[in-house]
């Protein structure tokens, strides 16, 4: 398995500093993520200040700019990093496409399939000299003349990696995409279920083989450090999942588990004007659903337990180590997670009552 570590939680000043270390320290990419701050201009400062490790958007809103800009900026990304860019990109909510972005929102798998012929004819445009020409429901780009036309450069085009939830996204994924990227808000079963299913049956649909396509590590990984309080990093988790779990486009998950009614309590708070609404629903979410969607514990047990539920099932999988780390420890969970193929995993160890937990309580 690749590992990729976030480094988006950084002010930009530091990204830099937080980029040589990661390289360094053996990660195979550094993220930056599109919530409180723009996805790229972490990446350009990382890419200036590294020679060797991959950079990715995990994720950016493709909807929320035009096929046109988000090819401009994944190009120069792409030459500023000598071919290290990987492009991330998600769909995001209705509500925050159409009121926080202001742009439209279609059918998102159908869009997202447009989303991706456009942005790759643009690039050929680019890269190939075959002439502009898309023309679809969601986006027309019929205009490249010389003068808008970036130079091309030795780098080509970036991979492209689609993040996803439902079967129809994943499919998309399967048969359009380089790399597949769950949802955090997902579990082993779910990802075992209907999301590799799905992943199989876009790969047969476009004649591709499964090497072909990079998948992500499902589920919200928490690595607790020595001085945190695990209840009080358990409660986060729950916090998280609440927020999720009261948004119908993610009932599915927890349908699946038998969980509907869960869904149904975390909505009916969310909607509510109370000020601590939050707060409640997260009391609603118990251990059972959290070490269903979360691998939680310190270091080395986080790895082993990656490695037991997705070993030669994913190819790259996120880690994000509390600061001051001892470098032994962490170089140690990177060969762990590093010796974890696709091809050939090896025969994981047993799972634990709850993963980390009760090491992480000691």
């Known amino acids: 398995m690749k590992v990729s570590v976030f480094a988006g939680a950084a002010q930009p000043a530091e990204v830099p500093g937080f980029a040589r270390w990661a390289e360094d320290a053996g990660f195979d990419a550094v993220t930056s993520s599109e919530v409180d701050h723009d996805p790229f201009l972490p990446l350009a400062l990382a890419a200036q200040a590294t020679s060797r490790v991959g950079l990715a958007t995990g994720i950016a809103v493709a909807f929320a700019r035009t096929p046109m800009a988000m090819a401009y900026v994944a190009n120069d990304l792409q030459a500023l990093s000598r071919g290290r860019l990987v492009l991330g990109l998600g769909t ?58 970036p130079a091309p450069h030795a780098h080509g085009s970036p991979p492209v990696h689609l993040a996803a939830v439902g079967p129809l996204m994943t499919r998309l994924a399967g048969e359009a995409a380089d790399g597949l990227i769950p949802h955090g808000f997902s579990t082993e079963r779910y990802f075992r279920e ?18 072909e ?33 009261s948004t119908p486009a993610y009932r599915g998950v927890l349908a699946l588990h038998g969980w509907e009614e869960l869904h149904e309590r975390l909505h009916a708070l969310s909607v509510r004007p109370e000020a601590d609404r939050w707060d409640r629903m997260a009391d609603l979410v118990d251990d059972e659903v959290v070490d269903a969607f979360c691998v939680s514990g ?19 999988v996120h880690l994000q180590p509390p600061a001051g780390t001892p470098e032994q420890e962490l170089r140690a969970a990177l060969a762990l997670l590093h010796g974890a193929g696709t091809a050939a995993a090896p025969d994981p160890p047993a799972a634990p009552a709850r993963a980390g937990t009760a090491g992480a309580r000691r």
């Open 92 to 149: 995001q909510t209705k509500p925050h496409i159409t009121r926080r972005f202001g742009m439209p929102w279609g059918k998102p798998a159908t869009q997202m399939r447009e989303y991706l012929t456009a942005l790759r004819a643009i690039w050929d445009d680019w890269n190939t000299g075959r002439q502009l020409q898309h023309q679809g429901e969601y986006y027309r780009h019929t205009l490249m003349t010389a003068t808008f036309r």
């Open 213 to 245: 396509v990079t998948v992500h590590c499902p589920g919200f990984v928490q690595v607790i450090g020595p001085q945190d309080d695990v209840e009080q990093q358990r409660q986060v988790l729950r916090a998280r999942i609440a927020f999720y779990g």
């Open 298 to 316: 310190r270091l080395g047990e986080v790895a082993a337990e990656l490695v037991r539920r997705f070993g030669g099932l994913v190819d790259q």
């Open 194 to 211: 209907v999301t590799v299913p799905a992943l199989e049956e876009g790969l047969e649909r476009a004649g591709r083989d499964r090497s």
